[in-house]
């Protein structure tokens, strides 16, 4: 059995990987020529390039190279602030209570505060945001039956795959893989998602055959979707951020209140 390694523009005596090693006849040079049609000009330092010429998706998914001069030292996860160049300290004014940023995520549906969210609690924070009756009581239900057994100890035990892993498995917010949600997948606008993006990201972030996050994704980022979009049908990457930390959510328990 073989495995596909690179795609068919690589010769073919180069194409398939043979378990459990590269044949010996197949060798890459370290530094590939391309045409001017494919890059523009040879990076100085190739340790620092982001794509690879035999693997298009590292161009089609690109990275930021500039991160690190928009804000400070964006490979630490933060464990209290969901941060981005934008808002390097989190959103103002807003206090942590010395919970993670996955916990700030959670804590908007524990309603009475008790650190322990329970089914009707669920429901009620879902409709707080403006989800329908019905996407709340069926959401509330699945929710708690998928996550009060891993999450008895903490809440970071329920992080599951096929995510954006902006939350690391502690639950600390990571600025760089929050920053390639839209480095890789906002075309259309940099720092904004279409439906189509959305689900596209979906689909870039599946772990093979892992079901269960496949279907926790779509079902987290769909709800997102369809209570945060705005008026162009954009999810916009601020509100994706106030999602991660939590903010999100009191705003738009907020503004329903006054509508």
């Not at 090693?21 to 890459?28: E, F, N, Q, T, V």
């Not at 505060?113 to 709340?136: H, K, M, N």
């Not at 329920?158 to 390639?180: L, N, W």
Request: net charge positive.
């Amino acid at each position: 059995m073989t495995l596909q390694l690179v795609v068919s523009s690589l010769p073919t005596r180069c194409s398939r990987l043979a378990v459990p090693h590269l044949r010996r006849s197949c060798k890459l040079s370290p530094r590939v020529s391309m045409s001017s049609s494919s890059f523009s000009s040879t990076p100085e330092d190739q340790s620092l390039e982001t794509e690879a010429p035999h693997a298009p998706v590292t161009r089609e998914r690109r990275l930021n190279p500039d991160l690190q001069k928009q804000l400070p030292k964006p490979y630490l996860a933060r464990a209290l602030e969901a941060v981005d160049p934008s808002h390097p300290q989190g959103t103002k004014g807003r206090d942590p209570r010395g919970l993670s940023v996955l916990q700030q995520h959670a804590a908007f549906f524990d309603r009475n505060g008790d650190g322990i969210i329970y089914p009707w609690e669920t429901f009620q924070g879902l409709r707080a945001i403006g989800c329908a009756l019905p996407v709340s009581f069926f959401g509330a239900i699945l929710i708690n039956l998928v996550l009060t057994y891993p999450t008895q100890p903490n809440i970071h035990k329920g992080k599951h795959g096929s995510d954006s892993e902006a939350y690391d498995t502690e639950g600390r917010f990571d600025p760089s893989k929050f920053d390639a949600i839209f480095s890789k997948y906002g075309r259309t606008h940099p720092n904004a998602l279409t439906k189509e993006e959305l689900i596209s990201m979906l689909n870039g972030n599946r772990n093979m055959y892992d079901f269960l996050g496949w279907v926790a994704a779509a079902g987290e980022w769909l709800l997102l979707y369809s209570v945060a979009k705005n008026k162009d049908g954009l999810l916009q990457r601020e509100t994706v951020r106030g999602a991660f930390d939590g903010s999100l959510f009191e705003r738009l328990q907020d503004n329903k209140k006054s509508s």
